[in-house]
């Protein structure tokens, strides 16, 4: 099985940065597409920003110029840099995972726990 573990979100005051991690673990051949998605209270689950195991990144029209996402193949973490953070950046934020897997090269996708990032303004 393959298990992505964040790091703990936590309370920023509006204007402030803030970075997350991801690290994937367990039985992985290969790691694919790594992202980041969150969601806000009652609203739904929207991507943030991915990255393809080659460096090629897509962001959220409302994090572009402010969120930098980046990744170690090396070390099979995904991190997430959020700059000048907004209370509307508010929300529970999921790291999302594809890939094969070591034993049997199968597809797999799995999905963090979760983390709360908290804006103040």
């Known amino acids: 099985q393959v298990q992505l573990v964040e790091s703990r979100g936590g309370l920023v005051q509006a204007g402030g940065s803030l970075r997350l991690s991801c690290v994937a673990s367990?039985?992985?051949?290969?790691?694919?597409?790594m992202g980041w998605y969150r969601q806000a209270p009652g609203k739904q689950r929207e991507l943030v920003a991915s990255?393809?195991?080659?460096?090629?990144?897509n962001y959220a029209g409302s994090v572009k110029g402010r969120f930098t996402i980046s990744r170690d193949n090396a070390k099979n973490t995904v991190y997430l840099q959020m700059n000048s953070l907004k209370p509307e950046d508010t929300a529970v934020y999921y790291c999302?995972?594809?890939?094969?897997?070591?034993?049997?090269?199968?597809?797999?996708?799995?999905w963090g726990q979760g983390t709360l990032v908290t804006v103040s303004s």
């Open positions: 999302n995972a594809d890939g094969s897997d070591a034993i049997i090269r199968k597809y797999f996708e799995v």
């Open positions: 990255i393809t195991s080659r460096g090629t990144t």
């Open positions: 367990g039985s992985i051949f290969s790691l694919g597409v």
